[in-house]
Structures are given as C-alpha cells and as structure tokens.
C-alpha cells in the first residue's frame, strides 16, 4: 500500500519495501534494508484513468437514458399514425389509394422496429433487460414466424419454408417474446439479403436437449472478416448495405445480446454468393 513520505516540497506517495535478511559487508553489516520508490506518476494516472472511466459510465447512462425518452416520445405519434392507417385501409376500396395507405403502413413499421431496436440496445446497456420464463411450444413460435413473414417473401418472390421437428409440441420454459424478437431480426434479415431462392427456418427441438433454430438462406452471403463484425452494433456487413437496404446495424447485435442473456451461443455460416445459414442453440428446459 502506499505510503505517504515528507519530502522538500510537501508529501509524496511513495512503496516502501523492507528486507529483513541481515547483510555482510567488510566495513559494515545491515540487518534491515529500505527501499523507497517515489510514485508521484502511477498514482496520478490511476486516478486519470478511474475518472475518464467514471466520466465514460455516466455519459453512456445519461445516452441510454435520452435514446430511451426520445424512443418513447416518438413511439407515441407513431402509433397514432399507424392506428390511423389501418382505420383508413379499411376504409378506401380502389386500388390507388389502397397502395399508398400501404406504404403509409409499411414506412411507419419500418420506423417503429428502428425505434423498438434503440430502445432495446438502451435498455441492455443500462442493464435493465428482463427475461420472463413462462411455459411455451416452440411450434407455435414456427406457426408464428411462417405467418409474420410469408408475404413478405412471396413479394420477393421468395419461397419460405418452416419447420418443426419431432419435440417441438414439448413446452419449454423461456422468454417466447424475445425468442420471437430474435427469430423477427433473422428471418427479416434473411428475406431482405435474398434476391432469389428461398429461406428456410428449421426449429430442432430433441427431448432432453437444448432447442436449436436454424435459418438459412439463398441470398448474397457474407465474407468471414464480415460474419465477425456483424454482431457489432450500428454495423452491418457492408456499410453500403445500409444505404441500399437501410436498418439502423443494431438488430444482430441485439440478437446476439438477447442469446447470450438465455445462456446460449449463435453461430454463422456464410460464403459470398453461397448464402447464409445462422444457428441459434437455446438451454431452455421443458416445462413440468
């Protein structure tokens, strides 16, 4: 521990050591011995470096905390308009109108996941991020997800095939909001990335073993240096991607976040031109 030692101009910190080993010289002996370090330096830059990391925790809560009150201010009109858009679908019959109600509709989606996505990553960087373990099925999960993104992949002209294998009428017990909010970003992503072919979700779900979900897709694929940077926030694996595709970069890395708080791992397998298969491999025990 450090000491403090007078010295000329005030008090210095200082590590004194002590060797109590006795010491033969031919003048003199020495019983024990001191030595005295001055460490002025070391101690200021351990205090630099704990208030820059103290400065650098509170400017990341007070960001998480404005992205959280802007995400919700801004959610509140959102949802008014959307409301509203869907009264209107409903309302106008030829066809013209019908279309731009929905792009009304699909452009007020598209901002809202952006805003859910902010909210989210605020939320899991301020630690406040709750898993809830209910008893679900994981093929109701596969009816879901068949039913969210069908259309979407018959625009594309996109074939989408889901499936449920032998296990998966077992409940287990989980988070099915946030499985949901994982599979929506992969499937999502593997339908936007695919120009032609086909996306596949397969979930394996043995008795006795972790659930595994499978998508795998026909689309561009992906080189290793971007499989590895896809999990970065407000990354994606191309940066003119963002432009061509849009998204904000933050749905894998909150995919990945969201896996690792369940306790499991997700891996990447991806060529470019050869498509892309990601694997996520969930702990979640049947439900009693």
Known sequence: RPALLAAAGGRVPAVVSVNSAPISHPNRSARVVLAVADITEQVAAERDLRQAVDRAEAASRIKSQFLANMSHEIRTPLNG????????????????????????????????????????????????????????????????????????????????EVYASVGADATRTGDPLRIMQILQNLVSNAVKFTEAGEVVVTFFCPRGAPMVIEVRDTGIGMTEAQSERIFDEFEQADGSMTRRFGGTGLGMAIVRRLVESMGGVIAIDSAPGQGTTVRVTLPLPEAV
């Not at 066809?95 to 509709?105: C, G, L, N, Q, Y």
């Not at 859910?116 to 999960?141: C, Q, W």
Request: net charge negative.
């Open 81 to 160: 308009v959307l409301g509203m858009a869907e009264v209107l679908d409903r309302a106008v019959t030829d066809a013209e109108h019908k279309r731009m109600v929905t792009t009304i509709r699909r452009s007020g989606e598209m901002l809202l996941t952006i805003l859910n996505d902010v909210l989210d990553m605020s939320k899991i960087e301020a630690g406040k991020m709750e898993l809830e373990r209910v008893a679900f099925r994981p093929d109701e999960l596969a009816l879901r997800v068949d039913e969210m993104h069908r259309q979407m992949a018959e625009e594309k002209g996109l074939a989408l």
